[in-house]
Antibody
Framework: QVQLQESGPGLARPSETLSLSCTVS?????????WGWIRQPPGKGLQWIGS???????YYNPSLKSRVTISVDTSKNEFSLRLSSVTAADTAVYYC????????????WGQGTVVTVSS | SYDLTQPPSVSVSPGQTASISCSGD??????VCWYQQKPGQSPVLVIY???KRPSGIPERFSGSNSGDTATLTISRTQAMDEADYYC??????????FGGGTKLTVL
């Protein structure tokens, strides 16, 4: 059974970098599939942030691309998100999910982690 | 950028059929997925590749996609179906795009 679990600080300071990790269990992260990050501001809808393929190729939401880096650590079977120069608008629940690419969607999601940007 | 438009809310009576639309330019040329999200929970994939259901999703959930509109249809709607629903599509220029979400009320 594949499971994903987000981890990281629940608070980020304005202008600093938000860093989160997603640990994958029950599936080797570098075997197949892509792996993605999605966020949801309080009371709002879902926004895809970006994804990374099993081979390490990345693709990002154009509106966030300049501030986002997604990487993989195969030794820990986890992938990570870094979002730089954060503002209050980046306050959200951040989810990691398995990305089936193309038409297969995000079929397995983590429970989500709340990140608040505040001084 | 590519945009997907959903109605903010849809209401349905128990036992009736609910239809939630998702519109975008030439959306029928793209694959569409649908997610159900209940308060305080992570989204759940209910439809992928326009009309396929993941394992465990009731047959009451179905999808279609043609022209500029994709539709999620929930037959014999139950109180447990009350949730927010999001459509999603893959676009070659912007990759994944989500619709704004539709709140389904069963009353």
């Amino acid at each position: 059974q594949v499971q994903l679990q987000e981890s990281g600080p629940g608070l980020a300071r304005p202008s600093e970098t938000l860093s989160l990790s997603c640990t994958v269990s029950g599936h080797s992260i570098n075997s197949d599939f892509s792996w993605g990050w999605i966020r949801q501001p309080p009371g709002k809808g879902l926004q895809w942030i970006g994804s990374i393929s099993h081979s390490g190729s990345t693709y990002y939401n154009p509106s966030l691309k300049s501030r986002v880096t997604i990487s993989v650590d195969t030794s820990k079977n986890e992938f990570s998100l870094r979002l730089s120069s954060v503002t209050a608008a980046d306050t959200a629940v951040y989810y990691c999910a398995r990305d089936g690419r193309g038409g297969d969607g995000f079929d397995i999601w983590g429970q989500g982690t709340v990140v608040t940007v505040s001084s | 950028s590519y945009d997907l438009t959903q109605p903010p809310s849809v209401s349905v009576s128990p036992g009736q059929t609910a239809s939630i639309s998702c519109s975008g330019d030439k959306l029928g040329d793209k694959y569409v997925c649908w997610y159900q999200q209940k308060p305080g929970q992570s989204p759940v994939l209910v439809i992928y590749q326009d009309l396929k259901r993941p394992s465990g999703i009731p047959e009451r959930f179905s999808g279609s996609n043609s022209g500029d509109t994709a539709t999620l249809t929930i037959s014999r709607t139950q109180a447990m179906d009350e949730a927010d629903y999001y459509c999603q599509a893959w676009d070659s220029s912007t990759a994944w795009v989500f619709g704004g979400g539709t709140k389904l009320t069963v009353l």
